[in-house]
């Protein structure tokens, strides 16, 4: 083409827009959007750059901007890009294949449309043009329709372009900022893309996980086997469903340090032909929400102060365990376990020591049944074990060793030294004992029949033998018998040995009596009224009737001197127990200095301070009291500091023995001597027909007398 002289422009160039209006019957992209797009022509030659501005701005309806040679075209695409380049190639300062390939260093220039203006043709010229960047080329001379359609053409891609890397950097936003991780990979798993969340909990980078086997970067283990888990292959994904997530999964950090618990899923990536060409997996850590969910089903399944299943979960074991010997007809053992000699540990020293010696106790429990065994805590003081595969005979040296190993714990509080037992219950888990309410009847069963044989020791449930009530069913006996009155009274007399008779002087005694009539002495329901709280309810009825009695046989009353009657320690802590002696008394016009009441030594130290204010107000209204089973506590001699009562019954065992056994011989002296000293009198308990016994404690000084030997209890008359 014809070139013409020119001298470069050392002043900045000058823009030059011209407008197309909005009525111009040409019709082009530009006219149809917001804002015209925006074209930077360089060209040398004048009349051709007028030709093209012209072409351009009034025929198209571009915004045209001009430069007249390839500097002044870098230099204005760098203050203000334009959304495409017209470039002459062959331009003095800077040609336009130079300024092309400049335009392609710069950030924006890497996507801009360039179109090389030129009248070479030839291969070598055309390959240079491409590879410094140039889109496309149109020859001269221009054939402006030719121009005109590729001018719309490459703005149209190129706005198809910014509006797909719009799209890419919305969804590399979105990615970036949601909490779940990303994982991108290919039709073969390799990966392709790591969202931040995603490099942050497998410890890979998006560079460095980049090519790497998703197995790799993705390094999950079954949560309770700790085999590896794989993510199966796109195509072996179910279409067009999301794949399930692993259950149970942990996420491996590529440190190896951290591990994270995940819940994910697995989807293809299909093209717009449905064919697979990747896959995206996306995960979240679910390490807390998963731990809580543990920590919910702990709680809900065991005891919090011994860690001990507890008896929900225990119910649950041990139905699952009668289903099992229906269906494979194998044995299992239930032991019931209910440790004597608590309630003096968590009355005397709070139930902070309880509870910790159920603590203590619980060690032991864990170290005496083997590892595959249930131990559980059902409640107070009261444990359960299911020993399974574990025929009767087998397990009773389990048990047994059980019994010794808490009866050998010490366990020290308060400057003082307690011991415990345990009675266990146990009855065997077969084909023919498969309901689990009755299994725990039974074992319940026996373990009050190893308490009633003397404590600490294992007893196996009998069939053939009329067996005991268990204490849930003592319950139900207890409270219907206090609804229908199915009590009555006995008396057993209290006799002068050093004292003057006075009258009727004796002791009651409560009985139950059964549908046939027969009587049940205390001791059978004691333990279950007093685990029940049902104790208070049998005082207050001893006392409401024994008062009623007195006020309807007058004779007896007035022959009476004075009648005692057993409390328990829970009615020695019963604020409002004092009021209802008094009422009672008031009610059925009985004198206060009629009664007598017993409380033990154990149930004093207790209940000191509650004790103190009973005797006070039951004192001054003219009642009497007596410590018993006085001799064996932890602190009797300071007991009679403390409390003002006025008769001492001495312990039966230090009696029994008293003739042959100087030491007891010698406390029973001593409790006389101070007793004399403090006023109080003296009462000698499981005391023989024995003349030379009663000669003895006469010599002590002991004021009254009383067994079975002597009096045998009869009933009320």
Request: proline residues 4%; hydrophobic residues 40%.
């Amino acid at each position: 083409m014809n070139k013409p002289s020119s001298t470069p422009h050392s002043e900045p160039p000058v823009l030059q827009t011209t407008m197309l209006p909005h009525h111009s019957q040409e019709s082009s992209l530009s006219s149809t959007m917001h804002a015209p797009s925006r074209i930077l022509v360089a060209e040398d030659s004048p009349v051709l750059l007028a030709i093209m501005l012209n072409t351009l701005a009034t025929a198209y309806g571009y915004q045209v901007e001009t430069a007249e040679n390839g500097q002044q075209a870098l230099e204005l695409f760098m203050l203000n890009p334009a959304d495409m380049i017209l470039m002459d190639a062959d331009m003095p300062v800077l040609d336009g294949i130079s300024a092309c390939a400049q335009i392609r260093q710069l950030a924006e220039g890497r996507t801009v449309p360039i179109m090389i203006v030129t009248g070479y043709g030839e291969r070598d010229w055309v390959d240079r043009a491409y590879q410094a960047g140039a889109t496309d080329y149109v020859m001269k001379p221009i054939n402006w329709d030719v121009l005109r359609n590729r001018i719309e053409y490459m703005l149209k891609v190129k706005q198809a372009e910014e509006a797909l890397l719009a799209e890419k950097e919305k969804a590399q936003v979105t990615l970036a900022s949601i909490g779940d991780g990303v994982i991108t990979a290919d039709a073969w798993q390799r990966v392709e893309y790591l969202n931040p969340v995603a490099s942050q909990l497998t410890g890979w980078s998006n560079k460095e996980a980049i090519g790497k086997n998703l197995s790799v970067v993705f390094n999950i283990i079954d949560e309770d086997s700790k085999e590896k888990v794989y993510i199966p292959l796109p195509d072996e994904l179910y279409l067009p469903k999301v794949q399930d997530k692993h259950p149970q999964i942990i996420l491996c950090n590529e440190s190896q340090t951290k591990h994270f618990s995940v819940e994910n899923t697995a989807a293809p990536i299909q093209d717009h032909k449905n064919r697979i060409i990747g896959m995206v997996l996306v995960f979240h850590d679910v390490t807390a929400s998963r731990q809580m969910a543990r920590d919910i089903e702990y709680q809900a399944s065991h005891d919090p102060l011994t860690g001990l299943i507890n008896r929900r979960e225990f119910e649950r074991r041990l139905n699952l365990m009668t289903q099992s010997v229906l269906e494979k007809e194998t044995e299992h053992t239930l032991l019931y376990m209910d440790l004597d000699r608590f309630k003096v540990v968590n009355d005397t020293c709070t139930h902070a020591a309880g509870d910790e010696l159920l603590r203590q106790v619980s060690k032991v429990i864990k170290k005496q049944i083997r590892y595959h065994d249930t131990a559980a805590r059902l409640g107070g003081d009261e444990f359960g074990f299911l020993l399974e595969h574990c025929t009767l005979d087998n397990a009773l040296p389990i048990a047994e060793k059980l019994c010794q190993a808490i009866q050998e714990i010490r366990f020290p509080w308060d400057r003082h030294v307690f011991t415990i037992g345990a009675s266990i219950g146990a009855v065997s888990v077969n084909f023919q004992h498969a309901n689990m309410n009755r299994l725990l009847n039974m074992a319940d069963e026996a373990c009050v029949t190893a308490k009633d044989q003397g404590r600490n020791q294992v007893y196996v449930y009998q069939e053939k033998t009329k067996a005991q009530p268990g204490s849930g069913q003592w319950f139900l006996r207890l409270q219907e018998s206090l609804e229908q009155d199915n009590f009555c009274l006995f008396q057993q007399t209290i006799l002068p040995l050093n004292k003057k008779d006075q009258g009727l002087h004796y002791e009651v005694l409560l009985r139950m009596q059964d549908e046939a009539g027969q009587l049940i002495l205390p001791g059978s329901f004691f333990s279950a009224a007093d685990r029940y709280n049902l104790m208070p309810k049998l005082d207050r009825w001893v006392i409401h009737y024994l008062c009623q009695w007195l006020h309807h046989h007058p004779e007896h009353l007035q022959k009476l001197n004075l009648v005692s009657i057993n409390i328990s320690d829970r009615s020695l802590s019963d604020e409002d127990f004092a009021e209802f002696v008094l009422e009672q008394l008031s009610r059925w016009n009985i004198p206060a200095q009629r009664l007598c009441f017993e409380f033990t030594e154990l149930a004093a130290s207790t209940h000191l301070l509650n004790t103190q204010h009973l005797l006070t107000k039951l004192h001054q209204a003219g009642c009497y009291f007596a410590l018993d089973n006085f001799g064996i506590g932890i602190s009797s001699f300071n007991t009679l500091k403390n409390l003002p009562v006025d008769f001492i019954k001495i312990q039966g065992s230090l009696i029994q023995q008293v003739m042959d056994n100087p030491l007891n011989r010698s406390i029973v002296q001593s409790i006389t001597h101070i007793a004399q000293i403090l006023e109080m009198y003296t009462v000698a308990e499981f005391v023989e027909n024995d003349p030379e016994m009663l000669k003895t404690l006469q010599e002590i000084g002991i004021d009254y007398v009383q067994g079975f030997a002597l009096a045998e209890p009869e009933p009320l008359k």
